[in-house]
């Protein structure tokens, strides 16, 4: 399988969201990671750099349109949508796998 895709639309109201959000995309290991930021008022911008792909909108449009969004931009084949405070077991990407095969 060629490397998954996730999709994390996010909106970072205080230090404690963002420090979720960071241990959220450690969890996922190895992916092509597109943080959709919906106008975080608080450190949205700080995870820029976490991201394979990171746009920022200018207003709070939404989750639905944020993951179609980030859905629209992503090339792989295979896409996970993950909310910014879910935490993964190691073995996600293998159990997935196994699951499309």
């Excluded at 990671?33 to 608080?42: G, K």
């Excluded at 200018?58 to 910014?84: H, M, R």
């Amino acid at each position: 399988m060629d490397k998954l895709s996730v999709i994390m639309p996010c909106f970072i109201l205080n230090e404690e969201i963002l420090v979720l959000t960071q241990n959220a995309i450690d969890s996922l290991g190895d992916v092509h990671l597109i943080i959709i930021d919906n106008a975080s008022p608080a450190g949205g911008g700080l995870l820029r750099d976490r991201a394979d792909l990171y746009i920022r909108n200018k207003s709070n449009l939404g989750y639905a349109i944020a993951v179609n969004e980030g859905i629209k931009l992503s090339k792989n084949e295979f896409i996970a949508i993950a909310n910014n405070d879910i935490r993964v077991s190691k073995n996600w990407q293998e159990v997935t796998q196994e699951i499309i095969k």
